[in-house]
Every structure is written in C-alpha cells, then in structure tokens.
C-alpha cells in the first residue's frame, strides 16, 4: 500500500516537473555556431567552402519587438472605418516572455511569432484596404472565407500610423481550401503575385534592379556557366510569378526557374531533414529555431567561397544590418531566442485539421494493400509515411563520410536533379517526404510541377509532350515530369483504391 502511495506521489511529482519544465529547461542558443554547422548538410560540390555570418554579427542585429497586429482585409469585407480605427489604437507590445508560465503560454506566445510580418514595411494613408477580390479572379493566391489575405498584416508600433508588412512565417503556411477551411501550418497557397506583377509591369521597379534581386536570390556561385540565374526580360519574370501554382515559392536560394513545394509543417516534430533538399538536420527545438533565424533573413548573408547574396563590395563583405537589401524586404532584425523558442512550441502543437474525405472502408482498406505492394512502404514508412532518408539524385555520388553522418536511402527517385545541384539549398539529395496530410496539399514533388495525386501516378507525365497543371518554366510550353516511377503502371482500379487511401493519411 505505501509503495503504491510513494508512486503515486513520484508519478505527481514527475507531472509537475513536466508541466514546470519551462522554469527549469533553459531556452537553447540559436546562433551556436559549432551547432550551426552540424545543423547544415554541404553543397554537393566539395570545393565550395561555406561560411555563416559571425555570432558577433548575429548579436549586433536589432530584435524584433512582436507587437499586436491587425488582419488585412479585402475591400469588400473591410468594415466601415476600420482602418481608421486602427489608426487611434495604442501600440501594443504583445510577446513578453516574462509573462509566459505554461507550456500554453508559450504555444500562444509563438502563434503571434509565427504571424509577425518581418519584411516589406510600409505606411498605409489610405481610407480603405487596396485588395480587391477581383485581384484574385485568376486563381491566383487565395483569402480566407471572411475576405482576410493571410499573406499580409497590419502592424501598429507608433499610435497614429499604420504599417503593413509581410513575410511572416503564416504568409507562405497558410492554405485555404476550396471548401473555404483555413489550415495554418499546411502547404500555403494564399500568395497573390498580381500585385507586384503590375508594379513591374508599370515599370515603377526598375528591371535591373529586379534582375540584381532575382540574382541574390537565385545565384549558386558553383552552378554551370550556361545556368541562368536572373531573368531575360521583364515579360519572363512576370510570366514565371503568374506560373506559381498554390504551394510553391521562389523562396531564397532556389534556383531560377526551380521554385520550391512548401512543406506543411503539421507533424513537423519527428520529421529529421528541412527542405526538400534536406538542407537542414531536425533535432529539436534549437535546430528549428536555427531554421527560422536563417530563412528569415540570415541565409542571405552566408558566405560560398567569396560571395554573399547579400554583401556588399561585389558581394564579398557582409552589409552593415542598415544596409541589408534584401529582396523580399527582410528588416535586418533577428527574432530573440525566447522568440523563436516560443514558435518552435507553436509549430509542433499543430494539429491535422479533421478529414473530410469519405471513402468505403473497403477501398481504403485496398489502397492500403496497394500502398504495401507497389514498395512505397519501404520509402514512405507508416506512421510517419516517410522512413526520414535522403536520397541521392541523378548526378551525385554520397561521399563515404555521409553514410556516417546522415541517413541516406541510398536509391535514387530520379527526379529533376537541378535543385539539388546547382541551388543555394543544394546538398545532391531530395530527402523522402512524408505522405501524412496530402489532402492538404496541391503541390507535389520538389518544384510543385504536379497538382493532384492522378498526375503523380500518371504515366503519361513521362513524356516530353506532357502539359503538367503545377509549376512549368514558361518558356516551355509541355515538359516532362520525370522521375518517381512507382505506382505509375497500376490498373486504373488499384489507382483508385491507392489514391482513396492516400486522401486519408
Ligand atoms: C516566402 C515564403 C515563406 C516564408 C515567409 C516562410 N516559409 Fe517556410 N518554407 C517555404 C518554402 C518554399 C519552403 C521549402 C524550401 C525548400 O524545400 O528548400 C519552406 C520550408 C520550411 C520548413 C521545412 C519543413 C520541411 O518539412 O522540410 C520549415 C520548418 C519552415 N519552412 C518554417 C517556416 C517558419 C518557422 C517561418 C517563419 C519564421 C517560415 N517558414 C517562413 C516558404 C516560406
Ligand atoms: C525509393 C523511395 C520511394 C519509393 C519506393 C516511393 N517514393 Fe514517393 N517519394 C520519394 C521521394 C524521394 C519523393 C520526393 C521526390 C522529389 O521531390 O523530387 C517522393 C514523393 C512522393 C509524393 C509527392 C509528395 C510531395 O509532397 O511532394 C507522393 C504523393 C509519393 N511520393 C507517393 C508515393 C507512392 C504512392 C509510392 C508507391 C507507389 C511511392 N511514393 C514510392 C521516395 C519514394
């Protein structure tokens, strides 16, 4: 009897000291730079030598201060007067660590991190949104059912005034669906590229300087000379923006004309490798905190042999933070590490939205056969359906030292092996992505050339007269898909059942 009272007063003590872990566990180091360069898989080519920016410049920087900010609303859902009302409100400081007790605490503290817009400041004097729905006509970009467009928000640090600003993490892991459900954390598809098209289109940004930007953020100063990296003429770039389906990005260090699938970030915890190039090792907190720090700002002032995107000096010297010009408009700040520990603690609560997809119980239950026969089991393990492996493309041998260090599944899919070559995100692997929560994503594949599941098991997306529905350079008018040829040769039932059965994971 008294045992069992002494275990029970170990097992309360034990939830105490989990639910207080936050008093006890300090908050990890972000730019720890012996950590930063395990963290980091090597470019493909050994002669490239890679360098972060320096702790003393990381420290130097500005920290964001995350006050309250507001949704941007199209004009035809805006309130009356509402951003004027914005206009008489007191600016309010909204992360205060001191004030975070509970792992729920910390949970909302990092929601407000992930919606913080980082980049793209700028005043807004006019009486009404500028947003129209009639913007959105082409399917380009997408808001959510009571008319807000995710991808931007209001922010007010001084009272009087009004700023909007973008690039926070929910502007490109925000998805809307047809249905009209908001998923934060999914594959996103609310960017809306129409408007910048028309200021390029205007002429109001000059074309050399979009050219220079599309540079800095595309160059890999170890791609083959016959590689472009910028933009032929206006009427190329305005076509390849318009070309981005839903859930593909022409994030920083793609390669031009190879944007990149966004990942959904649901079940982000047990996943090993970032990226679809599996840039990034994923060990914990301190590494996905790492991860923030350098897609918002920091990666742009890595230094390959003697170039950084960002530098200065025909990019040989890192940019004083005043000076950072960065394409997307990234504010030269860092996020404190209470801050990014805080959104860490956000990205791993999100949750699966519920499933509406209905299918007979026997077809699922055929699919999942299909699923095992076919060997997609063997690369796609349940639970997480991926087994967390890289994969080597076409075109690149793993060195001996990497089947130590990484795990590395070592068949190649044979996929376009462009961005695992010659781009800034560049490690010569894809890794194998997890197959949990397709139905929330419309973009497949590394460069989101495939729109629906049908397209992935479609055979006939081999050929090079194939029109694919996702991303194509728009140069081209067919192109093949290559690559990935499992499942491709299954009857037209089994594809069924198989496709059923994926819509449920
Ligand atoms: C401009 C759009 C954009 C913004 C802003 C953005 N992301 Fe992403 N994110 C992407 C794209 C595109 C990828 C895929 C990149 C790749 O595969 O190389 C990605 C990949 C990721 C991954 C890797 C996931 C995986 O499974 O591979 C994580 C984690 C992530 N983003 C978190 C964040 C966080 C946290 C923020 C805010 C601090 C953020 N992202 C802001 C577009 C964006
Ligand atoms: C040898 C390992 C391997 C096998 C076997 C395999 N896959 Fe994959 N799968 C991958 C890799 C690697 C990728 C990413 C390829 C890329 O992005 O270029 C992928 C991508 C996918 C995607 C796109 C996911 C996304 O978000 O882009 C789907 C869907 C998929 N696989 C389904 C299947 C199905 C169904 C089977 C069996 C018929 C299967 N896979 C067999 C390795 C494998």
Same mark, same amino acid.
């Given at each position: 009897?008294?045992?069992?009272?002494?275990?029970?007063?170990?097992?309360?003590?034990?939830?105490?000291?989990?639910?207080?872990?936050?008093?006890?566990?300090?908050?990890?180091?972000?730019?720890?730079?012996?950590?930063?360069?395990?963290?980091?898989?090597?470019?493909?080519? #050994?002669?490239?030598?890679?360098?972060?920016?320096?702790? /003393?410049? $990381?420290?130097?920087?500005?920290?964001?201060?995350?006050?309250?900010?507001?949704?941007?609303?199209?004009?035809?859902?805006?309130?009356? +007067?509402?951003?004027?009302?914005?206009?008489?409100?007191?600016?309010?400081?909204?992360?205060?660590?001191?004030?975070?007790?509970?792992?729920?605490?910390?949970?909302?503290?990092?929601?407000?991190?992930?919606?913080?817009?980082?980049?793209?400041?700028?005043?807004?004097?006019?009486?009404?949104?500028?947003?129209?729905?009639?913007?959105?006509?082409?399917?380009?970009?997408?808001?959510?059912?009571?008319?807000?467009?995710?991808?931007?928000?209001?922010?007010?640090?001084? !009272?009087?005034?009004?700023?909007?600003?973008?690039?926070?993490?929910?502007?490109?892991?925000?998805?809307?669906?047809?249905? +009209?459900?908001?998923?934060?954390?999914?594959? +996103?598809?609310? $960017?809306?590229?129409?408007?910048?098209?028309?200021?390029?289109?205007?002429?109001?940004?000059?074309?050399?300087?979009?050219?220079?930007?599309?540079?800095?953020?595309?160059?890999?100063?170890?791609?083959?000379?016959?590689?472009?990296?910028?933009?032929?003429?206006?009427?190329?770039?305005?076509? #390849?923006?318009?070309?981005?389906?839903?859930?593909?990005?022409?994030?920083?260090?793609? *390669?031009?004309?190879?944007?990149?699938?966004?990942?959904?970030?649901?079940?982000?915890?047990?996943?090993?490798?970032?990226?679809?190039?599996?840039?990034?090792?994923?060990?914990?907190?301190?590494?996905?905190?790492?991860? *923030?720090?350098?897609?918002?700002?920091?990666?742009?002032?890595?230094?390959?042999?003697?170039?950084?995107?960002?530098?200065?000096?025909?990019?040989?010297?890192?940019?004083?933070?005043?000076?950072?010009?960065?394409?997307?408009?990234?504010?030269? &700040?860092?996020?404190?590490?209470?801050?990014?520990?805080?959104?860490?603690?956000?990205?791993?609560?999100?949750?699966?939205?519920?499933?509406?997809?209905?299918?007979?119980?026997?077809?699922? *239950?055929?699919? &999942?056969?299909?699923?095992?026969?076919?060997?997609?089991?063997?690369?796609?393990?349940?639970?997480?359906?991926?087994?967390?492996?890289?994969?080597?493309?076409?075109?690149?041998?793993?060195? *001996?030292?990497?089947?130590?260090?990484?795990?590395?599944?070592?068949?190649?899919?044979?996929?376009?092996?462009?961005?695992?070559?010659?781009?800034?995100?560049?490690?010569?692997?894809?890794?194998?992505?997890?197959?949990?929560?397709?139905?929330?994503?419309? /973009?497949?594949?590394?460069?989101?050339?495939?729109?629906?599941?049908?397209?992935?098991?479609?055979?006939?997306?081999?050929?090079?007269?194939?029109?694919?529905?996702?991303?194509?350079?728009?140069?081209?008018?067919?192109?093949?898909? !290559?690559?990935?040829?499992?499942?491709?040769?299954?009857?037209?039932?089994?594809?069924?059942?198989?496709?059923?059965?994926?819509?449920?994971?």
């Amino acid at each position: 009897m008294s045992r069992f009272v002494i275990a029970i007063a170990g097992a309360s003590v034990l939830i105490c000291l989990i639910s207080f872990r936050w008093s006890f566990e300090p908050i990890p180091k972000t730019w720890d730079m012996e950590a930063i360069k395990k963290f980091h898989l090597p470019p493909p080519d #050994s002669f490239v030598n890679v360098e972060y920016a320096p702790e /003393a410049y $990381y420290n130097s920087l500005q920290e964001h201060v995350i006050y309250k900010t507001y949704p941007v609303y199209l004009k035809e859902f805006e309130r009356p +007067g509402y951003l004027d009302s914005l206009r008489t409100l007191e600016p309010e400081i909204a992360f205060d660590p001191q004030k975070l007790k509970t792992q729920e605490d910390w949970v909302k503290a990092g929601e407000l991190v992930f919606h913080f817009p980082v980049a793209s400041y700028r005043p807004i004097n006019g009486k009404v949104s500028h947003l129209e729905e009639s913007q959105f006509e082409k399917g380009a970009g997408k808001f959510t059912a009571d008319g807000i467009y995710p991808f931007n928000r209001y922010i007010i640090n001084e !009272k009087g005034k009004l700023i909007i600003g973008s690039h926070s993490c929910a502007s490109c892991h925000t998805r809307v669906m047809d249905s +009209g459900v908001t998923i934060t954390g999914a594959q +996103g598809n609310v $960017y809306n590229p129409t408007g910048f098209v028309k200021n390029i289109q205007s002429g109001s940004i000059p074309f050399a300087f979009l050219q220079q930007g599309v540079k800095q953020l595309a160059y890999a100063p170890w791609a083959p000379e016959t590689f472009r990296s910028i933009p032929s003429d206006k009427e190329e770039l305005v076509s #390849s923006l318009l070309e981005l389906p839903g859930g593909v990005a022409d994030r920083q260090g793609y *390669a031009f004309l190879y944007p990149l699938a966004v990942p959904s970030l649901i079940g982000l915890k047990d996943i090993k490798y970032l990226d679809n190039t599996g840039l990034m090792r994923h060990d914990g907190p301190a590494d996905l905190m790492r991860y *923030a720090a350098f897609n918002q700002g920091m990666d742009m002032l890595t230094r390959y042999n003697n170039y950084i995107p960002l530098g200065k000096k025909d990019n040989a010297e890192l940019p004083p933070p005043a000076e950072w010009n960065h394409p997307f408009g990234y504010v030269g &700040k860092r996020y404190t590490d209470a801050q990014l520990y805080a959104l860490t603690q956000y990205i791993y609560a999100l949750k699966p939205p519920e499933n509406p997809n209905q299918f007979p119980k026997e077809l699922i *239950a055929k699919g &999942k056969l299909v699923f095992n026969k076919a060997g997609c089991i063997t690369c796609h393990t349940p639970p997480l359906y991926t087994n967390n492996k890289l994969t080597p493309v076409n075109g690149f041998e793993p060195p *001996a030292d990497h089947f130590k260090k990484y795990d590395i599944f070592n068949v190649s899919v044979e996929t376009d092996s462009v961005s695992a070559l010659y781009s800034r995100r560049a490690t010569g692997y894809y890794k194998v992505p997890s197959l949990r929560g397709l139905w929330y994503r419309g /973009a497949f594949f590394h460069n989101g050339n495939l729109t629906t599941l049908d397209e992935v098991l479609d055979p006939k997306r081999l050929q090079p007269d194939y029109i694919p529905s996702g991303f194509k350079p728009p140069h081209l008018k067919t192109m093949a898909v !290559k690559g990935h040829p499992f499942g491709l040769d299954l009857s037209e039932k089994d594809k069924k059942a198989l496709i059923a059965f994926l819509k449920t994971l």
